[in-house]
């Protein structure tokens, strides 16, 4: 059970150097860049789908990606708080703890009024 609690950091780890190596001059940078921003923000919807999932699935990353596409607008409203959560979190660092707290309030609010939950 701890390894699993070393996973968040690790993939903040990776996420950082590969950030470092895209603002370096290496060829390709202007197209991975994006790439990577959107499937970290992907990352964190299906995330966050997981996490609000009842007691069957509990934190199945299979079943929160299924439930993302079947409620793409779920899935807009969650990329949006994980958008305003990344905002707050850079003009004001120090609600930076207090962020996890309405991003799970989102994702359980956004699980209950999807017609798939």
Same mark, same amino acid.
């Given at each position: 059970? &701890?390894?699993?609690?070393?996973?968040?950091?690790?993939? =903040?780890?990776?996420?950082?150097?590969?950030?470092?190596?895209?603002?370096?001059?290496?060829?390709?940078? /202007?197209?991975?860049?994006?790439?990577? =921003? &959107?499937?970290?923000?992907? =990352?964190?919807?299906?995330?966050?789908?997981?996490?609000?999932?009842? =007691?069957?699935?509990?934190?199945? %990353?299979?079943?929160?990606?299924?439930?993302?596409?079947?409620?793409?607008?779920? %899935?807009?409203?969650? %990329?949006?708080?994980?958008?305003?959560?990344?905002?707050?979190?850079?003009?004001?660092?120090?609600?930076?703890?207090?962020?996890?707290?309405?991003? /799970?309030?989102?994702?359980?609010?956004?699980?209950?009024?999807?017609? /798939?939950?």
């Amino acid at each position: 059970m &701890l390894a699993v609690g070393c996973v968040p950091p690790l993939l =903040a780890l990776v996420l950082l150097i590969d950030a470092a190596l895209l603002r370096s001059s290496l060829p390709g940078a /202007a197209v991975v860049s994006p790439v990577l =921003a &959107l499937l970290t923000l992907g =990352a964190m919807v299906v995330g966050l789908r997981a996490t609000a999932l009842e =007691a069957p699935y509990r934190l199945s %990353a299979r079943e929160g990606f299924l439930r993302s596409v079947a409620d793409p607008r779920g %899935a807009l409203l969650l %990329a949006g708080a994980v958008l305003l959560s990344a905002v707050l979190a850079w003009s004001i660092p120090l609600l930076t703890p207090l962020l996890p707290g309405p991003l /799970a309030f989102a994702a359980t609010v956004v699980e209950l009024r999807s017609p /798939a939950g």
